[in-house]
T-cell receptor
């Protein structure tokens, strides 16, 4: 089955620790995205990548880092510099990242920082 | 700047009622796309529809229908004969050049049996 997987579904970390969220897709999509969702709010774009080895900051990139070494993988690291990391993180992908492309989402990772 | 507004934070209806979710957008682009997504309690966003700025035809898919009106910058979503399984948060989104999607804050729909 083609789709997007995110692991783990729930993640707990102590304050001050970096943590990496996994996102893998087997849809052969060029573009991938990371969003953050806080309770009662819409999604905000953290980073996106339209091609391997290239990525761009979104609206709220501070305190986060990404890499795109492989087409199918786009891991997100939440660093200790992120002031309020507890949130629901959603990964998405689209065919090419063009204006018309539909984005398809993974199941999400709920991160709680204790 | 681009913006999407969903003024209804929460809506509750009784099963079999019709319900309309409002979406109003702002953009200076002449070419853009609008989307609706459903987020059930499991959390994953499910794509429902995409509409481009040059196509104002209404669309119907089963119990779902969408009304796009450029004159009022609105892209409203109607569920006919609602069911309990329709309970979810619904997001409207606008695509934008160079920076991808802008999402509205979402409308939480509760369909009561």
């Amino acid at each position: 089955d083609g789709g997007i997987t995110q692991s783990p579904k729930y993640l707990f970390r102590k304050e001050g620790q970096n943590v990496t969220l996994s996102c893998e897709q087997n849809l052969n999509h060029d573009a991938m995205y990371w969003y953050r969702q806080d309770p009662g709010q819409g999604l905000r774009l953290i980073y996106y990548s339209q091609i391997v080895n290239d990525f761009q900051k979104g609206d709220i990139a501070e305190g986060y880092s990404v890499s795109r070494e492989k087409k199918e993988s786009f891991p997100l690291t939440v660093t200790s510099a992120q002031k309020n990391p507890t949130a629901f993180y959603l990964c998405a992908s689209s065919i090419s990242g063009s204006l018309a492309d539909t984005q398809y989402f993974g199941p999400g990772t709920r991160l709680t920082v204790l | 700047a681009q913006k999407v507004t969903q003024a209804q934070t929460e809506i509750s209806v009784v099963e079999k009622e019709d319900v309309t979710l409002d979406c109003v957008y702002e953009t200076r682009d002449t070419t853009y796309y609008l989307f609706w997504y459903k987020q059930p309690p499991s959390g994953e966003l499910v794509f429902l529809i995409r509409r481009n700025s040059f196509d104002e035809q209404n669309e119907i898919s089963g119990r779902y229908s969408w009304n796009f009106q450029k004159s009022t910058s609105s892209f409203n979503f109607t569920i006919t004969a609602s069911q309990v399984v329709d309970s979810a948060v619904y997001f409207c989104a606008l695509s934008r050049y160079g920076q991808n999607f802008v999402f509205g804050p979402g409308t939480r729909l509760s369909v009561l049996p």
